[in-house]
């Protein structure tokens, strides 16, 4: 099977309201990280945009937020963007609507206990259905990505990793990791030498 890291751009305009990549005129990406929070990978990322001074975006598990509530707070103030990813990391098709869009909103809930109305919504796996997306994109910027890194991939090395970043980095990038353990090994050491060879091609980084 053919892995996909980058979904060819006329396949991305098929879906014009769903955000794939920004402004392609301007040298400026964007990091995103799936999953957390979660205690040890996501302090860690932290730690590392902290050190290069980058800001990014986290797609948080409200069960996650429930369970590490000091770490979603981390999160917001160095000044990161924050964004839905679910109560329960449903995956799209195999979830009735009515459940999908209450799980959903339900991280909504958790999140405004935070003084954050999310803009933002991912959907796990990368999938749902019309009807949830119809659903969704009526309060939520839905926003998927232009590289996918597969960090979560036991097979893969932070080598590969980096190796995926510069070969489909390109101006507008949204580019996908994961703060998960599953992500860890591959994360935390990829993130340093993608941050670098970025900024050494002359990449400044944004929050969504
Ligand atoms: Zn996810």
New binding site residues.
């Given amino acids: 099977m053919r892995i996909l890291y980058q979904f060819p751009t006329w396949l991305q305009r098929c879906y014009p309201n769903v955000l794939w990549r920004k402004d392609s005129t301007r040298k400026i990406v964007y990091l995103t990280f799936?999953?957390g929070p979660i205690e040890g990978v996501t302090t860690e990322i932290l730690a590392i945009l902290r050190r290069y001074d980058v800001k990014a975006t986290f797609f948080c598990v409200g069960d996650n937020i429930r369970k590490h509530p000091d770490i979603f707070e981390l999160i917001l103030s160095e000044g990161h963007s924050v964004g839905n990813?679910t109560y329960h990391?449903l995956p799209g098709w195999q979830t009735p609507a009515k459940a999908y869009i209450d799980d959903v909103r339900s991280t909504d809930e958790l999140m405004s206990n935070y003084g954050v109305s999310p803009r933002l919504f991912r959907p796990?796996?990368g999938r749902m259905s019309l009807s949830q997306k119809h659903q969704i994109a009526a309060t939520h910027k839905i926003v998927l990505w232009d590289v996918l890194t597969h960090d979560y991939n036991p097979r893969y090395t932070p080598q590969k990793i980096l190796d995926i970043v510069r070969r489909y980095t390109r101006n507008g990038s949204v580019i996908n990791f994961?703060d998960s353990v599953k992500s860890e090994k591959n994360v935390i050491s990829a993130l340093p030498e993608c941050i670098k060879w970025l900024m050494s091609e002359g990449y400044s980084f944004d929050k969504l």
Avoid: A, E, R, V
Wanted: zero cysteines; a negative charge.
């Fill in positions: 799936d999953d990813h990391h796990p796996y994961h």
